[in-house]
């Protein structure tokens, strides 16, 4: 959420709610152990002011958070995200 947050920021968004619905997906890995294998993220996004993003805007913000985000840089866990208008 942060680094999505900065990068709408950088392009003169104004996002004024980012509410998620995430949801993670246990599974066993490679080693038989339980984790945490899958994560879906399904952000849900109020923008105010008359510059508004479009659906192509938001999910490249989207890519582009993800990409910078050191948390989803950190983990092995596949994560989705499945943006909510």
């Known amino acids: ?15 004024d709610e980012y509410v ?3 949801a993670g997906h246990m599974e066993k890995n490679a080693e038989g152990r339980l984790a945490i294998a899958r994560v879906t993220l399904r952000p849900h996004l109020k ?6 993003p ?3 805007e938001i ?15 950190s983990v092995k866990t596949e994560i989705t995200i ?3 208008t």
């Open 47 to 52: 923008f105010s002011g008359d510059n508004q």
């Open 82 to 84: 499945e943006a909510q």
């Open 59 to 73: 999910e490249e913000m989207n890519r582009m958070a993800h990409e910078q985000c050191f948390i989803a840089n």
């Open 20 to 22: 998620d619905e995430a």
């Open 1 to 15: 959420m942060l680094t999505f947050l900065a990068v709408a920021a950088k392009k003169k968004f104004v996002l």
């Open 54 to 56: 479009t659906p192509e």
